[in-house]
């Protein structure tokens, strides 16, 4: 047997859709697109949404319009994808790291707290992960961040279905960002991404920026009986999302609850069977008012439980068929950042930790019983024949 980590997915219709898109005339961002950005909108119980083509542009994008200067500090977690943290590279500010909090995976709140009683206004942003889809205890942030007048911009690359505390990621008055890379819970074909908020002012600033800084756009123009011209007011990006790709994601909206529902199903199958394991430790769970995304299934192995490495666990696996990865790397342990910044391998104790023992396996929506069956038993197997 033969499972890959990840196997996308598209409604049987997905290629008729792209057809029409092609035989209309209109292939850019047009009213597929906006008809995908008022559906995200409905989903996310947000105002606003724009489509982009990355959830990297988002996460820049949001960083221009906080206000985050070459002046300015911001705050993220050293676990998580490169991309959190190199839009402030591309500002010029200065990032302030934080361990993980290890009941959750995500940014220890405790640190960011020290951060802004040390800083104070010197920090303009704060970037929350949603890490694999779990959400971050975001009315905890919320309070730090109106005490010192920081702004949020969430990651929620993995997190589109995920609910805090009865409140959807991405109803939001500052910023949440959206991925829907190829193997996101849904996809826009391979890369996309979005920015979701309440705020009018924000909404406007990131459509203008995400398109050169036109006030009108080329569907504007089109549909608008002749009426071509625009102006350009501020210096923009080219991060606008496709019709073909927004019709895509569309097709994939309509599944994201069902789908949902069968990557829910195989975490709780993995959670009964490796809950017996001696030396693993499950993914953090949630409150009744609270819901994880489910985008990866991250194990934790104990080392000390194991006569074998994390990396040489991964190869047994790989060998019997069985894709996995690993997230993240901390950006503390990118040659980089230690370069421009002086960290060393062994700061930030807790991710360090993690991300030595992490495995991330397969949690699509059609992996078979089989195929759950086999992962759950060969891991079971490896742990009988390696645990110390």
């Known amino acids: ?7 996308p997915l598209f409604p049987e219709n997905t290629i008729n859709n792209i057809e029409t898109v092609l035989s209309s005339g209109w292939v850019t961002t047009g009213k597929n697109t906006h008809l995908f950005e008022d559906e995200l909108c409905k989903y996310l119980k947000a105002k606003h949404v724009i489509a982009l083509n990355s959830c990297t542009s988002a996460l820049h994008l949001g960083a221009l319009v906080s206000g985050l200067t070459d002046r300015d500090f911001f ?72 005490s010192y007048g920081c702004f949020l911009l969430e990651d929620a690359a993995h997190a589109l279905e995920a609910i805090d505390n009865g409140k959807k990621i991405g109803d939001t008055d500052h910023i949440a960002a959206f991925s829907f890379y190829a193997n996101k819970n849904i996809t826009t074909g391979g890369e996309g991404g979005a920015i979701a908020t309440n705020s009018t002012i924000l909404s406007d600033k990131i459509r203008k920026l995400s398109l050169h800084g036109m006030n009108k756009g080329g569907w ?19 991060y606008n999302l496709s019709d073909i790709a927004s019709v895509i994601g569309l097709l994939q909206l309509e599944k994201i609850d069902y789908w949902h529902k069968k990557r829910e199903k195989i975490a709780q199958r993995y959670n009964k069977s490796f ?8 993914p953090p769970s949630q409150n009744n008012k609270s819901k994880h995304a489910r985008h990866l299934y991250i194990i934790r192995m104990i080392k000390e439980k194991w006569a074998i490495s994390r990396n040489k666990l991964i190869v047994e696996l790989n060998s019997i068929g069985i894709g996995t990865s690993v997230h993240y790397l901390p950006i503390h342990m990118h040659s980089y950042y230690q370069k421009k910044y002086g960290y060393k391998p062994t700061d930030y104790s807790k991710s360090k930790e993690l991300f030595e023992g992490a495995i991330s396996l397969p ?26």
Do not use: C
């Not at 047997?1 to 990840?6: G, S, V």
């Not at 920090?123 to 949603?130: D, E, G, M």
């Not at 809950?275 to 499950?282: Q, S, V």
């Not at 059609?366 to 390696?386: A, Q, R, V």
């Open 275 to 282: 809950n017996l394991i001696d030396g693993i430790k499950l």
């Open 75 to 146: 705050i993220v977690p050293t676990y998580t994808f490169v991309s959190s943290i190199e839009i402030g590279e591309y500002i010029g500010a200065q990032p302030l790291l934080v361990d993980i909090d290890e009941k959750t995976m995500n940014l220890d709140l405790n640190q960011v707290e020290d951060y802004l009683k040390k800083y104070g206004q010197k920090i303009k942003t704060i970037i929350p992960v949603h890490l694999a889809g779990n959400p971050v205890k975001m009315n905890e942030l919320r309070n730090l961040s109106e």
């Open 1 to 7: 047997m033969k499972i890959p980590f990840h196997r």
């Open 363 to 388: 949690i699509f929506p059609d992996l078979t019983e089989n195929e759950i069956s086999y992962i759950i038993d060969n891991i079971n197997n490896l742990w009988n024949k390696y645990s110390k």
């Open 220 to 238: 504007a123009r089109y549909s608008s009986n002749g009426k071509w011209s625009y102006d350009i007011g501020i210096l923009g990006y080219k």
